[in-house]
Structures are given as C-alpha cells and as structure tokens.
C-alpha cells in the first residue's frame, strides 16, 4: 500500500507516529501509537514509498 495512503488511515484513526528503526533488508520499521488501540508496528520499503506489512504488537 502506499504509504502515503497508509499513513492517512491511521492519522484518521487517531494514530500517532512513535518512532522508527532500521528493519532487516535495508527496510524501514516504523511504530505508532494510540490512546486506545495496541501498537502498530509497520514495515516499509527502504524509499519509505510502500508499506510492506503492518501488525498490532
């Protein structure tokens, strides 16, 4: 998904970027929070275009 697109969703949703760290295969990982829901940790494309895959931690 792009992540632009991506990104707005969770914004929407009351999301909160947290931080972000290198990931394996020179990808991007980046958190984010939220006042209510679990974490979201997210896994980009090296450029930070496409989020790979995104789960609750």
Request: glycine share 8%.
């Amino acid at each position: 998904m792009p992540s632009t697109e991506f990104e707005l969703l969770l914004l929407t949703a009351g999301y909160g970027k947290m931080g972000t760290a290198p990931a394996q295969g020179n990808r991007m990982k980046v958190w984010w929070t939220h006042s209510t829901f679990r974490r979201i940790e997210a896994i980009y494309s090296p450029d930070g275009i496409v989020v790979i895959t995104a789960y609750h931690v």
